[in-house]
């Protein structure tokens, strides 16, 4: 009875771990480029999914192009959440904080995207979209 026990404990910790974090479809030390160029860099994953690294916005219509800002997220299983706050010390302040939800799907990840952005000083507006990031 005790070794069905032991053996039915470690099949639901095994299954936990796997469902968190553990996707081998979205590695660490990973870069994928969207359709507008812009570059998301998966550096470390942890073991509970959590992730950081950079993302570098290369679209010419959005503010701060060309400049790698901290990105932070979470991976469980093949979805995938992440967001960008565009600020760093030092340089101008873009006033503005994505976000990407989505899901890993034949060696692509899918997204959809909402930015939030000043617009005009002191007023604020919203831009949605979607991406499809490849890995490079």
């Known amino acids: 009875m005790l070794?069905?026990?032991?053996?039915?404990?470690?099949?639901?910790?095994?299954?936990?771990c796997a469902a968190f974090g553990q996707s081998s479809q979205i590695q660490p030390n990973s870069t994928w480029m969207n359709q507008r160029q812009s570059v998301l860099t998966i550096a470390k994953i942890n073991s509970n999914g959590t992730f950081n690294g950079t993302y570098v916005n290369n679209d010419a219509n959005y503010k701060c192009v060309g400049k790698p800002y901290a990105v932070t997220g979470l991976i469980d299983g093949n979805e995938i959440v992440f967001q960008v706050h565009c600020v760093r010390p030092g340089w101008p302040n873009c006033n503005a904080i994505s976000s990407w939800t989505g899901y890993w799907e034949s060696g692509k990840i899918v997204t959809q995207w909402e930015l939030l952005y000043e617009s005009s000083p002191g007023k604020y507006a919203t831009a949605q979209g979607s991406d499809t990031f490849t890995l490079q």
């Open 3 to 16: 070794a069905r026990f032991l053996t039915c404990l470690a099949t639901i910790f095994a299954a936990t």
